[in-house]
């Protein structure tokens, strides 16, 4: 009987250091990720700037360039919580923007573009366990649309926008398209021809206003949330469309160029990082969003030697062009001259934006972005840095020529003897 007992008590007492064995242990390891939590979250990667990454489809089965697997997209923003990042919303991404409210360090906004059912099965899903918002651009026209890929139905749209998580905002109606020509142009930046008859410049600026306008009265009269953003069809813009969009009151515009948004970035020409392929992993995204940080892509720009020209005549693939108001001259090493005349000659366009003081000149998809008095250029997914700023000289913005030119792919000459640019596209 006695030999029972203690028996029964040995095994009392193993049990009991086993459980305690495991509080211990679990303790243990709940502290430890607790600790590399705390420290994940201090590591600053980046302050005042956003990453905004981009996706598209998510499936098992379906293989594409911009479709990944449930699995990888749970992988991606399990390692994004891991190394620190912080995950903002539409709403904070404009007033960080508009009213220079601030943002966590490291400051992530998630965009998924054309509406896909598989935000709401997949994305939607993953995201709201770590209490992650998203935005997805949603393409009017494929509201309910069976064929193809499946797209979000009014239904899922109606439960998403009860959700602070979930936002729906604009991709167009009907303009994520391109002509059937040998090659395409999408709709939202082309002037369509039909039976040889090419659109006129207002029937074309009407068809884009009534697009955009009617893409968001659906969005609005289903999910009863305003829509506010737009995220340009094949990442196509001009002057036009961003006029438009502005006109009809949008206040962001999303485009494909890479890059981060602080608060220089044009509201109507943000970058995006690409986050939806299947070869990127959850380090490879991590390592795009660092490389992204303009701090990491530094070229500098050499002065040029001649310093004796005052006055230089230019002329754009053989014809001359007149600088009635301010003509060009030399600063730094650097000739300087009125950016509107020297861009119109370019075929691009200027935007200027007297708040920041901030000079976007954009032709065709490429992007420069240059800010008065700051030697900092930003040109697609990188900043240059200039010898010579943009400045403000006798009511002009004068900027450095070459680079302007050279930025936009053209070839400039400078003849000493003479004191004439050419500049050949």
Do not use: C
């Not at 980046?46 to 098992?60: E, K, L, T």
């Amino acid at each position: 009987m006695e030999q029972r007992k203690r028996t029964h008590r040995n095994k009392y007492l193993h049990k009991k250091f086993l459980a305690s064995f495991l509080i211990v242990a679990m303790s243990l390891i709940l502290f430890i990720n607790l600790q590399s939590s705390v420290f994940a979250s201090n590591t600053e990667y980046y302050r005042d700037r956003v990453a905004v990454i981009m996706y598209h489809h998510i499936d098992s089965n379906f293989k594409s360039s911009a479709t990944i697997t449930p699995e990888l997209f749970q992988s991606q923003i399990e390692y994004l919580v891991e190394q620190g990042y912080n995950f903002i919303s539409m709403q904070q991404f404009e007033d960080f923007l508009y009213n220079k409210e601030s943002i966590p360090i490291n400051s992530v906004l998630i965009t998924f573009d054309d509406g896909y059912e598989s935000y709401y099965n997949y994305a939607y899903q993953i995201l709201k366990k770590y209490n992650i918002p998203s935005t997805n651009f949603v393409i009017g026209e494929w509201i309910d649309k069976p064929n193809g890929l499946p797209r979000l139905t009014s239904e899922e749209m109606l439960e998403l926008s009860k959700d602070p998580l979930a936002d729906l905002q604009s991709h167009s109606y009907g303009l994520h398209r391109k002509t059937s020509e040998d090659h395409p142009k999408p709709f939202l930046t082309t002037k369509l021809s039909i039976d040889q008859y090419i659109e006129s410049q207002s029937d074309y600026e009407k068809r884009i206003q009534d697009d955009l306008e009617l893409n968001r009265e659906v969005i609005e009269n289903i999910t009863n949330k305003h829509v506010y953003a737009f995220a340009y069809p094949f990442g196509a813009y001009n002057q036009d469309s961003v006029s438009t969009l502005k006109k009809v009151g949008y206040q962001l515009a999303f485009t494909l160029r890479k890059g981060m948004a602080d608060r220089r970035t044009n509201p109507f020409l943000v970058p995006r990082i690409n986050a939806g392929n299947p070869t990127i992993t959850p380090e490879k995204l991590h390592e795009a969003i660092l490389a992204s940080h303009p701090a990491n892509k530094i070229v500098k720009i050499q002065p040029a030697k001649e310093n004796t020209l005052v006055q230089p005549t230019v002329y754009v693939n053989g014809k001359f062009v007149n600088f009635p108001e301010q003509k060009p001259f030399i600063n730094n090493g650097l000739t300087m001259v009125p950016v509107r005349y020297v861009s119109q000659e370019l075929q691009a366009y200027v935007f200027w934006d007297g708040t920041t003081q901030t000079i976007t000149i954009i032709k065709g998809y490429e992007v420069i972005e240059l800010r008065i008095n700051d030697r900092n250029v930003r040109e697609q997914d990188q900043v240059i840095t200039l010898e010579s700023p943009a400045m403000l000289y006798n009511g002009q913005t004068m900027v450095p020529l070459r680079f302007i030119s050279e930025a936009f792919h053209a070839k400039v000459e400078w003849d000493g003897t003479n004191k004439t640019v050419r500049i050949y596209q």
